[in-house]
């Protein structure tokens, strides 16, 4: 066994591996005007980075549950030709993988992004060999939130021993998925939480770059 306290990393994917915010926005402002609804402010906007979107559409702009699920409709089809590509990876974030990979760390992403969006971006951006397993969302909500979609992940890898894995997110659901299934989280500056969140939902470990991520996984002496 490799001879750091953690074995396995699990990644979110919006606002940890790759600022996604120009196409998801983009978007949610295109399912917002196709069905005649007023474009919320930017604050209230940003706020729908990182959660499920038919969560969002229900709490942020109270729409009923059929609402929720025809604007992520409308949504995806912007979404899955444009703005899936309005994205990039952060500075640093292939440096990361590479370092985790070259130690023997097993990678996984465990994000509520649909699998299929989730694979076609980590290929384009030259990031998905780096992966032993795509942990994500279903297109049908059966799975979406990120308590369900780690306990899939989890399933998937086999995991025994959850004390040789760590979560790492930028946004509070990332680090409450975590802790309910006993995970360690690193949370990430750089994404689209803040400290103030990582502090009321008790981040373990919070990161301000790509590099500092690969530190603290890489640290035996945690």
């Known amino acids: 066994m490799i001879g750091y306290r953690y074995d396995t990393a699990l990644f979110d994917l919006d606002g940890t591996l790759t600022d996604s915010a ?6 949610i402002r295109y399912a917002l005007e196709q069905t005649g ?3 919320p402010s930017d604050d209230i906007m940003r706020r729908f980075l990182g959660p499920p979107l038919v969560v969002s559409f229900e709490q942020l702009c109270g729409m009923s549950k059929e609402q929720a699920a025809e604007a992520t409709r409308i949504f995806r089809v912007r979404y899955a030709d444009v703005g899936l590509f309005e994205n990039r990876p952060y500075d640093g974030v292939k440096e990361m993988l590479t370092r985790l990979k070259s130690a023997g760390i097993r990678i996984a992403t465990a994000t509520s992004k649909p699998e299929d969006y989730a694979v076609r971006i ?3 951006f030259g990031l998905i060999d780096y992966f032993d397993f795509i942990g994500a969302a279903t297109f049908d909500e059966s799975r979406h939130d990120k308590i369900a979609v780690l306990g899939y992940t989890l399933d998937k890898l086999g995991i025994k ?3 040789r894995v760590i979560m790492v997110g930028d946004r509070s659901n990332d680090i409450d998925g975590a802790h309910h299934y006993g995970l360690k989280c690193i949370a990430v500056r750089y994404g689209y939480g ?3 969140e990582f502090k009321a939902h008790s981040a373990d470990f919070i990161a ?6 690969a530190d603290m996984i890489l640290d035996t002496k945690q």
């Open 22 to 27: 120009e196409g998801i926005i983009n978007c």
């Open 37 to 39: 609804r007023e474009i």
């Open 122 to 124: 980590l290929t384009k």
């Open 161 to 163: 021993d959850k004390s």
């Open 194 to 196: 803040n400290d103030e």
């Open 208 to 213: 301000d770059t790509p590099g500092d991520v």
